[in-house]
């Protein structure tokens, strides 16, 4: 018996790669939450280890480019799809390129606008649908994996401040440089997607982040039915993935628990049990005068009330505002890994 616990135990520690087949049966179900950089970020590192990516996207968005294809062909915004469905394409940095290219001013009408949101804006009108402009879209890009609306409900994110100050607009919510205490939806009832529901309920692991806490994160689980499917998923594990930095507007001098508290008081319920926490801090980078001011979140802890901390170096040295995707990618699998062998 001792004999085969100490085989079992060399045979895993070979690997080096959570890709390392001995590791896994089959492609590891992920549902991905969140939206903006951090979600496509974090998915473009993901497809090298499963096929079964569900990436489920906040679509509040209200400003720039999505602001106003928003408005104009009445649909939902797609800034936040559009660069997932990059992230998860079958050459990343070509189509995220393409598709983040914005026409500059001199334009007319396509000013300012990425040339992502005119594609889904223009499939969207083609087939009548949002819906079938994506699928269509997952078809051309040979996507790993699938984007997910939270919601197909046309919804509008509104914040209240510590002064007791409201605003309405995504857009604007970051910009009045006040503590924010609360977001909510104007609308008052929103139905979840119902793919993205069963994405989350048939997950092996459901991660969380990173992104913009009250403005990417927080806005998918607004929505009952999406925060239902993650805490009802007891077989899958979940994480949360703190960003590596606090973010001027949102959450300045915010430490681990209080990005926690944030989520618990807005989703109103216990929804993961790990939390990946970068431990490298960067006090200087040569790209200071492009990426701002750099503010490195850490925690010391190991377990913080019910939650196992899991400290890892996912950052990116060269912009430290950011994760590695690479490294992000690798520690969430290994996390998977290490949690399924036990």
């Given at each position: 018996m001792n004999l085969s616990k100490n085989f079992k135990k060399w045979w895993y520690s070979l690997a080096f790669d959570p890709a390392d087949?001995?590791?896994?049966?089959?492609?590891?179900?992920?549902?991905?939450?969140?939206g903006g950089t951090g979600l496509s970020n974090l998915l473009s590192g993901l497809k090298k280890y499963s096929k079964s990516i569900s990436a489920i996207v906040a679509v509040s968005d209200s400003g720039r480019s999505s602001g106003v294809i928003r408005k104009v062909f009445k649909i939902l915004p797609p800034g936040d799809i559009r660069k997932c469905l990059a992230a998860l394409s079958d050459d990343w940095q070509e189509f995220s390129d393409l598709f983040e290219f914005r026409f500059p001013k001199g334009s007319g009408f396509l000013t300012d606008h990425a040339l992502g949101n005119i594609w889904i804006a223009a499939l969207s009108k083609k087939y009548n649908s949002f819906?079938?402009?994506?699928?269509s879209l997952h078809r051309m890009l040979n996507a790993v994996g699938v984007v997910y609306p939270s919601t197909l409900d046309d919804v509008q994110i509104a914040a209240r401040y510590s002064d007791g100050s409201k605003i309405v607009g995504e857009d604007k919510i970051p910009y009045q440089y006040k503590q924010i205490k609360k977001v909510f939806f104007t609308k008052r009832k929103v139905a979840p997607y119902r793919p993205a529901v069963k994405a989350i309920?048939?997950?092996?692991?459901?991660i969380i982040g990173p992104g913009s806490l009250f403005t990417s994160i927080i806005p998918n689980?607004?929505?009952?039915?999406?925060?239902?499917?993650?805490k009802n998923n007891k077989k899958a594990i979940r994480v949360f993935v703190v960003n590596i930095s606090t973010e001027r507007g949102e959450t300045e001098n915010f430490s681990v628990p209080e990005h926690i508290k944030a989520i618990e008081e807005h989703a109103k319920e216990k929804i993961f049990d790990y939390i990946l926490v970068n431990n490298k801090i960067v006090r200087r980078s040569k790209k200071?005068?492009?990426?701002?001011e750099i503010n490195n979140i850490t925690f010391d802890l190991d377990k913080f009330s019910?939650?196992?901390?899991?400290?890892?170096d996912v950052i990116d040295r060269k912009f430290p505002l950011y994760h590695d995707r690479e490294k992000l990618a690798k520690e969430l699998i290994l996390l998977y890994n290490e949690?399924?062998?036990?």
């Open positions: 087949p001995r590791y896994g049966r089959g492609d590891i179900k992920i549902a991905a939450i969140g819906e079938k402009a994506i699928k309920s048939e997950a092996d692991i459901i689980l607004l929505i009952p039915g999406i925060v239902k499917a993650i200071v005068a492009e990426i701002g019910d939650y196992r901390i899991v400290k890892k949690v399924r062998r036990k």
